[in-house]
């Protein structure tokens, strides 16, 4: 399964970036909840963040970003990094057997 680092970058200004964080975060809830989205968080620059995710595939991977209240908002742009993990922790791994449901 190919993992994504997903990063975040506001395009507009921190008022109109506030004004849809908390419907952002709502938003990832669900995709922790269906175990796609391993970790995400702000980045220590304040101007953007990550969002670590694994996929069955890109597509669903463009969909999640497609309804994501930045994207929708239109405040932050997105770039995305595929890779294969090689190694993993224990624990990673573990999770990584695990199925993605349905958000």
């Known amino acids: 399964m190919t993992l994504y680092t997903v990063v975040i970058r506001y395009s507009r200004s ?3 970036v506030a004004a849809v964080v908390e419907a952002h975060r709502a938003y990832l809830d669900g995709f922790v909840s269906s175990g796609m989205l391993l970790a995400s968080g702000p980045l220590e620059t304040a101007d953007g963040g990550v969002l670590w995710v694994r ?3 890109r597509d669903a991977l463009e969909k999640m970003i497609a309804g ?3 994207s929708l908002a239109g405040v932050a742009d997105f770039s995305v990094l595929a ?6 922790a224990p624990s990673i791994s573990e999770m990584m057997s695990r199925e993605i449901f349905s958000v």
């Open 83 to 88: 890779f294969e993990a090689k190694k993993l």
């Open 14 to 16: 921190k008022e109109e």
């Open 55 to 57: 996929s069955e595939n």
């Open 68 to 70: 994501d209240p930045y």
